[in-house]
């Protein structure tokens, strides 16, 4: 490697830099935060997709479950944000990704947490769980204990991709 490319290096690694991650819930929430209230009841170890572009980009370096709400423009089109869609072009948060949870309104009827049933279509995933808003006690309960029982090694046995 000539020395200008070792020069550059950590110039190119300070313009893009990245945040490792081994959590097992990774989520995005919005400057509106629903999503997060809902992942701060839960009590685990979570990581958030960045909101904005200055900060440093998210790498999965161990399976997780992806919990994202929907932001749909007319007709579900557009229903995945920008920055869920960034996370996902990385192949490593492809290949880690086990299942998805949906955050979104049934205001929007058909299109209700289409975005998290979009991903899981798209990554060969199940959906394990939908919620609205930042989701009552029964659903911070139940996804807590979902989860618990989706890592375990029994479960993980049968879901092998
Ligand atoms: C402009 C806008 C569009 C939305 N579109 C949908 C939608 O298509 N489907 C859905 O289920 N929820 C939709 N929602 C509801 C959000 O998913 C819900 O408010 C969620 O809790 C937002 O999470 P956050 O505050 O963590 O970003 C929409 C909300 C807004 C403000």
Not at 9 to 24: C, I, L, M
Not at 73 to 88: A, D, N, V
Not at 107 to 128: E, M, S, T, W
Request: hydrophobic letters at 35%; a positive charge; charged letters at 20%.
């Amino acid at each position: 490697m000539p020395p200008t490319a070792l020069a550059d290096r950590p110039n190119a690694e300070a313009q893009n830099p990245v945040q490792f991650t081994d959590s097992k819930l990774i989520y995005f929430s919005s400057v509106s935060e629903n999503t997060k209230r809902f992942v701060g009841k839960l009590e685990m170890d979570v990581a958030r997709i960045p909101v904005f572009a200055t900060e440093p980009q998210l790498i999965s370096t161990a399976p997780y479950v992806l919990l994202i709400p929907t932001y749909g423009g007319e007709h579900g089109k557009r229903s995945i944000l920008p920055q869920i869609m960034k996370f996902l072009q990385v192949e490593q948060n492809r290949e880690n990704l086990r299942g998805v949870i949906g955050a979104g309104n049934t205001n929007f009827g058909a299109y209700y947490c289409i975005a998290a049933k979009r991903i899981a279509q798209k990554c060969n995933v199940p959906v394990l769980y939908k919620f609205e808003l930042m989701g009552t006690s029964d659903d911070v309960l139940k996804v807590k204990e979902g989860l618990e029982t989706f890592w375990t090694p029994a479960s993980q046995n049968r879901q092998q991709r």
